[in-house]
């Protein structure tokens, strides 16, 4: 199957400043990738899709100027929370989307982001 | 009404019997559904996928789809405690995947 890598697995930050966060396809070129945000004890939620060569599209509720995505190339996209908060700190993981429709989706190992 | 919901437990089995998780969805027109597996810090790994109605077994698992019922559950024969997880159900809308909250499962040796 499709290989993503994602990194860094964890970061710690203090309020204020950004972090990024890459997701790189290994095996495969990526026209997209999903990007999914994870609270305690709470599902994953879609939070963006980026685009390689055009503007991501954000969710409904997802500020993007907080959280811009960057699909740089066919096997790179970008997250970065700017201006982190303690309430920004989740789990954030990347995928991309199935080959076919009906296909699985398989995902970066994700990124832990505690805000202090 | 979310547009997947699942009982967020936790479920509490013992070792060697059969657990069971339960899915229902909103959208009539899904025709993708999926469950994962989440261990605690971990991403989601794929368990099963199901498109038709019916039973659709993998080892010791098996899925089952009632889109008349939009309903979709998994079945774990002989639980064991490395099942211990958190379950989460997934439909598949216009190529992206949404997520119920989640069952904690907990078996118990």
């Known amino acids: 199957g499709a290989v993503v890598s994602q990194h860094p697995s964890r970061v710690i930050c203090k309020s204020g400043t950004s972090v990024k966060i890459e997701c790189r396809s290994l095996d495969f070129q990526a026209t997209t990738m999903f990007w999914y945000r994870q609270f305690p004890k709470q599902s994953l939620m879609l939070m963006a899709t980026s685009n390689e060569g055009s503007k991501a599209t954000y969710e409904q509720g997802v500020e993007k100027d907080k959280f811009l995505i960057n699909h740089a190339s066919l096997t790179l996209s970008t997250l970065t929370v700017t201006s982190a908060h303690p309430e920004d700190s989740s789990f954030y993981i990347c995928?991309?989307?199935?080959?076919?429709?009906?296909?699985?989706?398989?995902f970066g190992q994700g990124t832990r982001l505690t805000v202090v | 009404q979310k547009e997947v919901e699942q009982n967020s437990g936790p479920l509490s089995v013992p070792e060697g019997a059969i657990a069971s998780l339960n899915c229902t969805y909103s959208d009539r027109g899904s025709q993708s559904f999926f469950w994962y597996r989440q261990y605690s810090g971990k991403s989601p790994e794929l368990i099963m996928s199901?498109?038709?109605?019916g039973d659709k077994e993998d080892g010791r698992f098996t899925a089952q789809l009632n889109k008349a019922s939009q309903y979709v559950s998994l079945l774990i024969r002989d639980s064991q405690p490395s099942d211990s997880a958190t379950y989460l159900c997934a439909v598949n809308r216009s190529g992206k995947l949404i997520f119920g909250q989640g069952t904690e499962l907990s078996v118990k040796p």
């Open positions: 199901i498109y038709s109605n």
């Open positions: 995928s991309p989307p199935g080959v076919e429709l009906n296909t699985e989706a398989f």
